[in-house]
């Protein structure tokens, strides 16, 4: 190895530096989710590649991977602008990293020096850390890994921003940031609404950011005797006739803030117009999902929704047989049709599979895992604790992690569990880190 090369390579921004993890299924469903976009309409083309051709590698596929990076060199040099050109610094970057990770010394040297010259050509403005070309599309990717690195994409958008205060896709991107429900407890309602509300003055045709705009305004307490159907319906409408999907998860989730029969009603009206779309099914699978969970007594009615759901998930594992979140679903959905068979299968399978799991998701799954357990009670001596102290132990503070935890300080409590030691331990570990 060429270690004075490789010491080069590290100080470059790109997605190889960028600690994105090498978990096989985040990558495959990000992949998959790449595959539900209209790559006509996108105006993430190049993001996208690059994007793409770090999981490509990732996942061992090196073809795939080179022809992406390619692929957004490509489209970057048919725009022929300065701002374009600035943009190569991340590809190149990609470009002698995969050349370098392949052992093709002379190409990834020559990459490598092709990045410094654009380094040169296009510095970072002052006061800002990177160019905002580099800055923004490190910011678009972060987004879309776990907590942490969605915190630092706001940081990353902005200071993007401060350099190109104008730019409509630092400003959506910043906007669809500060709206996820994990970062939501970080801003203001106002705080926001005002970024909403300037992404769609500089984006006025973005349905996701529009209809993210009236879910956000529906929430405000102030707000919920007010009325928006006829705004978001005339989104939805816009999904139908372009067949473009962006937007579709917030509108649904709109009217599933009003009612989850209202949802369904809606999610069935674009399902008759794309029968075979793996994005809509998915949607709509959810929405009879969380009907199911709303239903606390077994009924026809239920068995009838779960079946409906067990069907649309199947199919959507058709397109995407790796998707975490829809093999997690269908086995709470075949647990809810009694095929305690079937849920195993998943559940087992997707234990197996644990060390593609990035720190999160593991956790979820143990924690999934032992509520399966605990209502299904196959054993004897209650299995679901343990999974339950698995899932706490991940260093992880978002809600699963404390329901795990209330659920091990009940069990102490009862002292009936023969855990009860490690129990004790364990929880005393946990109150030790958070000092």
Known sequence: MDFPLKCHLEKLECHFTWDLGCYK????????????????????????????????????????????????????QEQGTEEAEARLQVNKANMAWVHFLLGNTAESKAYLEEVEKL???????????LHPEVSGEKAWTLVKFDYSKKRQSIDLFRMALKAEPERKEWHKGLASAMSR????????????????????????????????????????????????????????????????????????????????????????????????????LRNVANLYKS??????????????????????????????????????SLATMYQNAHNIEKANEIYSELLLEKDDLPPDRLQYLYYSYACYLFH?????????????????????????RQKCIKVLEN?????????????????????????
């Open 291 to 328: 009907k199911v969970y709303s239903m606390n007594k077994d009924s026809r009615e239920k068995q009838a929704l779960v079946e409906m759901s067990i069907d649309l998930f199947e199919e959507v594992l058709k397109h995407y047989p790796r998707n975490f979140k829809v093999k997690l």
């Open 411 to 435: 069990t102490l409590k009862s002292g009936r569990d023969p855990r009860c030691e490690d129990i004790l331990c364990l929880l005393q570990r946990i109150r030790q880190e958070n000092i």
């Open 119 to 129: 380094q040169q050509m296009h510095p970072a403005p002052p006061g800002c850390m």
């Open 181 to 280: 429900p994990l970062l939501m407890s970080e801003f203001t309602t106002d705080e926001v609404l005002k970024q909403l509300k300037r992404a769609i003055e500089l984006d006025p045709d973005s349905v996701f950011l529009q209809s993210l705009y009236w879910l956000k305004l529906s929430e405000v307490p102030a707000n919920y005797k007010n009325n928006y159907d006829k705004e978001v319906q005339s989104l939805l409408q816009k999904n139908i006739d372009t067949g473009n999907m962006e937007g579709l998860g917030v509108i649904l989730q709109y009217f599933q803030n009003i009612s989850v029969d209202k949802a369904i009603q809606e999610g069935e009206r674009v399902r008759e117009k794309f029968p075979t779309s793996p994005r809509v």
């Open 25 to 76: 299924h985040k990558l495959q469903e990000l992949s998959d989710d790449f595959h539900d976009m209209d790559q006509q309409t996108c105006t993430w083309q190049v993001h996208n590649n690059n994007l793409l051709g770090y999981i490509q590698y990732a996942l061992g596929s090196n073809k795939k991977a080179l022809l992406h990076f390619c692929k957004a060199e490509s489209v970057i």
């Open 376 to 400: 299904s009670r196959q054993s004897r001596e209650d299995e679901s604790i343990l999974f339950y102290m698995k899932a706490a132990e991940i260093p992880d503070n978002r809600g699963c």
